[in-house]
């Protein structure tokens, strides 16, 4: 499942082709075909992304709101490199000159205002997103502290903060030194305050170079997939900064990787 730095690159490409024009929609697998019609035609306002979801909001009030799931992907392609159509492709956007296809998403649905702002509200808040005035960083902090859960699950939790999954959970716990077993309310304000500037600097990282790198010495590079991160999928390895072997377990039927060295 790709986490919220992919989803927002999503947003950036869609803004890029189709922001303030006029698109056709239609579905050739034909389970959004009644959808479409609703939207297609509209001007697209603005394509959001929160966490894993993605919004894309048209001029007549209406969004379609996509979730990849474990499957989902899209494909973007210029008009004159079109290819066959195929029953697989859940939804297409496309003008004169782009093209965007969505296959195999968990969710696709065209949904009224009211029922973004329901979403919106539930959704924890996004590192990727501007917050100028600190209001999503405090909404972090307050999920955080009022909460007897492991700190390990309160991050892949979607309504705590959105976005992060298993890679980005497992790097910021090390960077942090902070195991991922201490409950939430165990952990200082100004230690959730720096999980969550963290998760800032390196989802931005994920944004602008579409890799999750995360070595705070590779920041500005594109190492390769085996360098980038100091535990994840480096169980029985060696730590990079102790003595000690990262060690992985389950958390709540997902793998967690962490060094029992440096997080205490």
Not at 82 to 111: H, S, Y
Not at 190 to 210: A, C, F, N, P, Y
Not at 251 to 256: D, E, H, I, S, V
Request: hydrophobic letters at 35%.
């Amino acid at each position: 499942m790709p986490e919220g730095h992919s989803v927002q690159r999503i947003a950036n490409q869609l803004n890029k082709l189709f922001k303030g024009k006029p698109v056709l929609v239609d579905s050739p697998q034909g389970r959004f075909s009644s959808e479409a019609e609703l939207i297609t035609g509209h001007n697209i306002k603005n394509v959001r992304a929160i966490g894993k979801q993605l919004f894309i909001d048209f001029d007549n009030k209406l969004t379609c709101r996509v979730h990849l799931g474990i499957y989902g992907k899209w494909r973007f392609v210029a008009r004159d490199k079109e290819e066959t159509l195929t029953g697989a492709v859940r939804v297409r956007f496309f003008n004169e000159e782009n093209i965007a296809d969505l296959r195999g998403p968990t969710v696709c649905e065209v949904i009224d205002t009211k029922s973004v702002k329901l979403i919106e509200k539930r959704l924890g808040p996004d590192p990727t997103n501007p917050d100028p005035k600190q209001i999503q960083q405090a909404k972090f902090v307050d999920r955080v502290r009022s909460s007897k859960s492991a700190i390990g699950l309160l991050l892949m939790n979607q309504d705590v903060i959105s976005g992060i999954g298993n890679v980005y959970r497992a790097e910021i716990l090390f960077r942090a030194g902070v195991s991922p077993h201490v409950l939430g309310n165990q952990l200082s304000e100004e230690k959730i305050v720096s999980l969550w500037e963290d998760s800032v600097k390196l989802m931005k990282v994920g944004v602008r170079t579409g890799f999750m790198i995360t070595r705070e010495e590779l920041l500005t590079k594109r190492p390769k997939k085996a360098d980038r991160n100091y535990v994840y999928k480096r169980e029985g390895l060696p730590c990079l900064r102790c003595s000690g072997t990262v060690v992985i377990e389950i958390m709540a039927t997902r793998k967690l990787y962490w060094c029992p060295g440096c997080q205490r």
